[in-house]
């Protein structure tokens, strides 16, 4: 079956920089896009970030758009996500996430058929 497992989280100061990863297993990985979203206590989840299967587009919400950046490598079957200049409304659970398409990135939840079990942020002030 199909497996995600994401790593990577933890406490940050504000201003810091964590790197989430995210294995996958039981699909071939490079066939399809990915993305990163989260959640925070008493909030819905929300899209964070998107990157079509060959890694030549990606799309971000807006705000962590020049902070972020999700990558991908296909031979080691793992995503990225890059978070630097952190902010406390970056805390959340932070989940990896496939479906089944491949260049025109998703930013909503249903259009996801797998997903991690998710990452704690936390960034404190």
């Known amino acids: 079956q199909v497996q995600l497992v994401e790593s990577g989280g933890g406490l940050v100061q504000v201003g810091g920089s964590l790197r989430l990863s995210c294995a996958v297993s039981?699909?071939?990985?490079?066939?399809?896009?990915m993305g990163w979203f989260r959640q925070a206590p008493g909030k819905e989840r929300e899209f964070v970030a998107g990157i079509s299967w060959s890694g030549g587009s990606t799309y971000y919400v807006d705000s962590v758009k020049g902070r972020f950046t999700i990558s991908r490598d296909n031979a080691k079957n793992t995503v990225y996500l890059q978070m630097n200049s952190l902010k406390p409304e970056d805390t959340a659970v932070y989940y990896c996430?496939?479906?089944?398409?491949?260049?025109?990135?998703?930013?909503?939840?249903?259009?996801?058929?797998?997903w991690g079990q998710g990452t704690q942020v936390t960034v404190s002030s």
């Open positions: 996430a496939t479906g089944s398409w491949r260049n025109s990135i998703q930013t909503t939840g249903g259009q996801y058929s797998y």
């Open positions: 039981g699909r071939t990985f490079s066939n399809y896009g």
